[in-house]
């Protein structure tokens, strides 16, 4: 999709890179508001925009906020892979309950996408589990190009997986 195509299709969607203090409550109830989260996870996802704020470009930890009449609606945070010269990990993608189906998390992956691709990354690696819940998750990431690489049996848990995805840019 052209970023044309993008823009008449959610002609009022901003996007935002920089984390702010409001953000810590957007991202808890956006990952909360998925219903595929426990508190355990939710927390994690909270903790890397606190590691964010503090640490800055130091923390690793970077994101991009779909935005819109001044409500954010998703995120995603991704970074570097240390050690290596153009990969990336995407760590988390979440478009709050109200606001899926729309489309937003494509744009927001195409975005996510385009900073990674102009600082010098060239893959982008994604996990996710490999429970039944999760296949919505797993589709998605085939619908954008990513292919799954790889699994590890029972890694969360007896009976759920950790799915490997990985996108060349």
Known sequence: MTKKAKAERH???GFRHA??????????EIVSSTGFFNPAEVDIA??????????????GYFFV??????WVLGFTCYGPIAGTAESFDLYWIAI???QQSRGLGRVLMSETEHVIRKVGGR?????TSGR???????????????FRE????????????????VKIL
Request: zero cysteines; charged letters at 30%; aromatic letters at 14%.
């Open 11 to 13: 002609p009022t969607i």
């Open 19 to 28: 984390a702010v203090p409001s953000d810590v409550q957007a991202v808890k």
């Open 46 to 59: 909270v903790e890397l925009v606190e590691d964010r704020l503090a640490l800055g470009d130091e923390s």
């Open 65 to 70: 906020f779909a935005e819109e009449a001044g």
């Open 96 to 98: 709050h309950r109200d």
């Open 123 to 127: 893959r982008v690696y994604a996990e």
């Open 132 to 146: 039944p819940q999760y296949e919505p998750t797993r589709v998605f990431y085939e619908r954008l190009g990513f």
């Open 150 to 165: 790889t699994h590890l049996k029972d890694f969360y848990a007896s009976g759920d997986d950790k799915v490997f995805y």
